[in-house]
């Protein structure tokens, strides 16, 4: 009998998703792609990155979803690696848009920074592969880092959007797809599309 059980335990635990002993925000409102909870983000660069974000999900398909933290703890009491924690936090908020079909367009992009723990990441839906990790590094590397480095937390992940948004600019131009005026689907959930199996929405980690 506590076999048995044990072995119905276990199976309920290997069904649970990775995020779920994780304390991550609820998913925030459509065409919410700025969560600044550690409040490192100035006025005027909280407004071109809107814009920027507004123009990627609405023209290219592609969400740029921006993420601050104070400390990683707080949210992942088990201490994961930034790696692990992003993986994480894309899977829990799905990431993505769905096209006029109802298909996953699984090209979403999560920036997230812990400012306490100084360290950040960006993580990509899996449709990206692996042809952007050397870019994405050298996002970090170029344009966030030696501006996080002197305090300007909020000027390096500005000119990281502005990095990610060409990318997906340039993604989209190479798959011939149309400027769009609208969202897809107005007055929807336009942060990310719905999908029972999470492993789907699967994404690509980039140091």
């Not at 995020?19 to 459509?30: K, N």
């Not at 969560?35 to 974000?53: C, F, M, R, T």
């Not at 829990?92 to 109802?102: A, M, S, V």
């Amino acid at each position: 009998m506590n076999k048995l059980l044990s072995l119905q335990v276990l199976l309920l635990v290997s069904t649970l998703p990775a995020y779920a002993g994780l304390e991550i925000p609820p998913v925030p409102g459509p065409g919410e792609f700025l969560q600044d909870y550690a409040g490192v983000i100035d006025p005027s660069h909280e407004e071109s990155i809107g814009k920027l974000q507004k123009i990627a999900y609405e023209q290219h398909d592609t969400p740029i979803v921006v993420v601050t933290i104070n400390s990683m703890v707080k949210y992942d009491p088990g201490g994961s690696s930034i790696e692990r924690f992003a993986f994480n936090w894309f899977n829990k908020w799905e990431i993505g848009k769905l096209g006029p079909e109802g298909e996953l367009i699984n090209k979403g992009m999560l920036l997230i920074v812990s400012v306490g723990d100084r360290k950040s990441r960006i993580e990509l839906g899996a449709e990206w592969g692996r042809a952007q990790d050397a870019h994405c590094r050298k996002i970090t590397r170029s344009f966030m880092i030696p501006r996080f480095k002197k305090g300007d937390y909020s000027g390096g992940l500005h000119a990281a959007v502005v990095e990610l948004s060409k990318m997906a600019r340039r993604s989209a131009e190479a798959e011939g797809l149309p400027a769009i005026k609208e969202t897809r689907q107005p007055g929807g959930q336009d942060l990310s599309g719905r999908i029972v199996d999470g492993m789907l929405k699967a994404s690509l980690g980039i140091d």
